[in-house]
């Protein structure tokens, strides 16, 4: 995987797991429990600081009571999304900021 992909990848999960955990009104704690995945693990995946495996992209979506295929959906669309116009998400020291492609 390049560079620019798990950045994305990892962009578009950090602001899927957050925005989807409070929209929901599940705490760190709450969904770790949910999802089987300690809470220092949750803050790190928010945080941008780890990219999940497989395995764990199922805790994930287990925690979020979706099926696999609709969080993989979800960050698809995400990355096709950020890949298709001029700037791109990208997770830099655990924020998400905005960068320029050049074209």
Do not use: C
């Not at 989807?20 to 945080?47: C, H, P, W």
């Not at 805790?59 to 950020?82: C, K, R, T």
């Amino acid at each position: 995987m390049n560079d620019t992909l798990a950045k994305n990848l990892s962009a578009s999960l950090q602001r899927l797991l957050h925005d989807e955990r409070l929209n929901r009104s599940i705490t760190r704690k709450d969904f770790a429990a949910k999802s089987g995945l300690s809470r220092q693990y949750v803050a790190m995946l928010e945080d941008g600081k780890r990219i999940p495996r497989l395995d764990t992209l199922f805790q994930i979506a287990q925690g979020l009571n979706m099926q696999i295929s609709q969080l993989v959906e979800i960050l698809q669309g995400n990355l096709n999304s950020a890949m298709s116009t001029p700037t791109s998400m990208a997770a830099d020291s655990g924020k998400i900021k905005w960068i320029t492609r050049k074209q």
